[in-house]
C-alpha cells in the first residue's frame, strides 16, 4: 500500500457531481485540484449499509474542509451509472457538495495497494494529500467498520499546522515546541 510521504497516483476517472442525467457525469483528473489539499476516501460498495453514513458525514463537513482549501473525493470500484442511481435514491446522497468518483477499472485502488484481496473492492481508506501531491495521512478500516470524518477533519487541521501536535490536538489548542 502507497503510504506516508510517497506521491498520490495520477488519476483521470468520471465523477458524479449532480442528480440531473444531463450534468451528472463529469471527468476528473489529479490535475485540476493541484496546489490545493485533498481528501481522498473510498468506500468498498454502494447500496451497502456503512458506506452511506461515511459519505454523508463527509458531506455534513465538506464546507469544513472546503474551508481549509480542501477538496473532498469519494471513490468506489462501482461504475458512474450505480453512483447517480444511489445517489437519487438515498435521501442522505441527493445533494452531496462533492464528486462521487468511479474507479470501475480499480487502478487507482489497485495503484493504491487498496484492493481488498477477497472482496475485490476498495478496502475503506483515506488519504490526505497534500497541495504538492505527497501523502500525509493513511486512514484504513475494516470493511465493516466506518470510521470518522471528524477525525480526518482533526489531523487535516494538524498537517496544516506545519507544527508538533499532540495526541487528540484540535485547532486552536497550543502545539509543541521542541527544546
Known sequence: ????????????????????????????????FEGKWQVVFFWPKDF???????????GRLEKEFRARDAQLLGVSTDSEFVHLAWRRSHEDL?????????????????????????AGVAQRATFIVDPEGVIRFVYVTDLNVGRSPEEVL?????????????CNWKQGEDTLKAA
Not at 10 to 18: A, D, E, F
Open 94 to 118: 441527493k445533494a452531496l457538495p462533492f464528486p462521487m468518483l468511479s474507479d470501475i477499472r480499480r487502478e487507482l485502488a489497485g495503484t493504491l495497494g487498496i484492493l481488498d484481496p477477497e
Open 48 to 58: 451497502t449499509f456503512v458506506c452511506p453514513t461515511e459519505i454523508a458525514g463527509f
Open 154 to 166: 482533526r489531523v487535516l487541521d494538524a498537517l496544516q499546522t506545519d507544527e508538533l501536535c499532540p
Open 1 to 32: 500500500m502507497l503510504s506516508v510521504g510517497q506521491k498520490f497516483p495520477q488519476y483521470s476517472l468520471t465523477g458524479v457531481v449532480s442528480n440531473d442525467m444531463q450534468k451528472a457525469f463529469e471527468t476528473i483528473d489529479s490535475g485540476r
